[in-house]
């Protein structure tokens, strides 16, 4: 699977992005998705997965619960995270991740994309 984000900018405190992440190969559908970032200096954190069945089942960090909203459409094998209310804490490079497992932690995604910047001015 090649993931690939795109979606990231600037914009001010309170505003919403959306980013996405486009996947190839047929086997996107039977896996699980997440989203994770990383701020300069600051180790990769979890921000929210999908189960590979589309809206069965999400999971959020709690930085992040209440504003931003993951989302799958396995036809366009592509994976959304709607981000609104956005603080200047959560700008980082964001990286889309595809896995097997259903779960928070990083070491249990096999495929990563290059990530995309979200830059939220304040």
């Known amino acids: 699977v090649q993931l690939q984000a795109s979606g990231g900018g600037l914009v001010q405190a309170g505003g919403s992005l959306r980013l996405s992440c486009a996947a190839s190969?047929?086997?996107?559908?039977?896996?699980?998705m997440g989203w994770f970032r990383q701020a300069p200096g600051k180790e990769r954190e979890f921000v929210a997965n999908i189960s590979w069945r589309s809206g069965l089942s999400t999971y959020y960090a709690d930085s992040v619960k209440g504003r931003f909203t993951i989302s799958r459409d396995n036809a366009k094998n592509t994976v959304y995270l709607q981000m609104n209310s956005l603080k200047p804490e959560d700008t980082a490079v964001y990286y889309c991740?595809?896995?097997?497992?259903?779960?928070?932690?990083?070491?249990?995604?096999?495929?990563w994309g290059r990530g995309t910047l979200v830059t939220v001015s304040s």
């Open positions: 190969g047929s086997t996107f559908s039977t896996y699980h």
């Open positions: 991740a595809a896995a097997r497992a259903f779960s928070s932690a990083a070491t249990s995604y096999q495929y």
